[in-house]
């Protein structure tokens, strides 16, 4: 059985991006229930981002395990530092309007 190295790629995206945002303190899960989470987590949307990078940049035609591994990276550190800055939780008066409407 042959593995196309590209799926190992994707792979060291992913481990990069789940191994780094353990070591930066981000919680594994989100909080409970998930489906109304809005907790950043190691395996959503960190993970998800990292597989999601990855594709796109391969398909710019950059491709490679140290691509991959640059990628699963910038993604752990994008998900930590940046991304509650760009797409913030909702705040609690929004909660509230939507639980009277």
Not at 1 to 12: C, E, G, K, P, W
Not at 16 to 21: D, R
Not at 37 to 60: D, H, R
Request: proline residues 6%; aromatic residues 10%.
């Amino acid at each position: 059985m042959i593995i196309h190295a590209n799926v190992f790629s994707y792979l060291i995206a992913l481990a990069a991006a789940l191994i780094l945002g353990l070591a930066l303190r981000l919680p594994l899960l989100p909080d409970k229930p998930m489906r109304q989470s809005w907790t950043i987590s190691a395996v959503f949307p960190t993970a998800i981002l990292a597989v999601g990078f990855y594709a796109i940049i391969y398909e710019l035609g950059y491709q490679g395990y140290i691509v991959a591994l640059v990628t699963g990276i910038i993604t752990a550190l994008f998900a930590k530092l940046v991304l509650e800055k760009v797409v913030p939780a909702p705040g609690k008066d929004e909660k509230e309007e939507r639980s009277h409407e």
